[in-house]
């Protein structure tokens, strides 16, 4: 082996220590934070629930996984995939040398899994910036790619839960303001003495639920990107 052989060697073999020095440096220096977020989301019997969505950085190889407690039907891998790579971009920083986990924790089962996207994002940003969100803020809505909020059922039932829960803001995606959904009703008819006629059925409601918001104490606000949605979480201020 020629000298130019062993110098070309060393410097992969340099090269090669380098990198791995730098990615366990990056993953010590820039790993296992994590935050915690709120999530209005429905369980499987139709009433609104609040869960805990928390995403934490550990050493990896740039990966994303998903744990949910209760189990459940619960198709989330996909949106924590997307929101794991948005968060990326609006952080500025890419997980690199580390894991994103999130866990979701609810006290039921819960239903419709791509609502919880844009929490998962905001999260995730929590997470690779070290900052933690405020717990009175909840956001439900798909996340895309492109870090639009797109649309999600079920926002009644949710806003009524983040007024049980303390919720100060809830975030709803753009356009859902007027919220259409149906409404179970019942009709007794008597056309003669002693005999009744009993109908039952579903009609179309239309709620204004920033209205209604502000009847349950809860200022519901429209955003259509998942960057209008930083202030309210990561300032101290109050958001009204």
Do not use: W
């Not at 189990?71 to 894991?99: C, H, N, W």
């Not at 008819?189 to 639920?209: A, N, Q, S, W």
């Not at 104490?217 to 309210?232: D, M, S």
């Amino acid at each position: 082996m020629g000298l130019r052989d062993v110098f070309l060697l060393l410097s992969l073999v340099l090269v090669f220590f380098s990198g791995f020095f730098f990615g366990v440096y990056y993953a010590v220096s820039f790993g296992e934070y994590s935050a915690t977020v709120r999530a209005a989301a429905v369980t499987n019997d139709g009433r609104g629930a609040l869960a805990l969505i928390t995403a934490r950085l550990t050493p990896g190889y740039g990966r994303v996984f998903v744990s949910v407690e209760p189990k459940t039907m619960l198709d989330t891998q996909e949106s924590a995939e997307i929101a794991a790579y948005v968060a990326q971009k609006l952080a500025g920083q890419p997980l690199g040398f580390r894991d994103m986990l999130f866990h979701i924790k609810a006290n039921s089962q819960i239903v419709g899994g791509p609502s919880a996207g844009a929490a998962m994002t905001i999260a995730a940003y929590g997470a690779l910036t070290g900052k933690q969100p405020r717990l009175d803020v909840v956001i439900t809505g798909e996340i895309h790619p492109d870090g639009s909020i797109g649309p999600v059922g079920g926002l009644l039932e949710k806003l009524q839960a983040c007024a049980e829960g303390g919720v100060k803001v809830f975030l709803i995606p753009k356009g859902e303001r007027y919220y259409t959904y149906m409404e179970p009703y019942k009709e007794v008819y008597e056309p003669v003495p002693g005999f009744r006629i009993v109908r039952t059925g579903y009609r179309k409601k239309t709620v204004d639920l920033v209205e209604e918001g502000k009847k349950l104490g809860v200022k519901v606000v429209e955003v259509g990107q998942i960057e209008e949605a930083l202030p309210y979480f990561f300032r101290t201020e109050s958001s009204s």
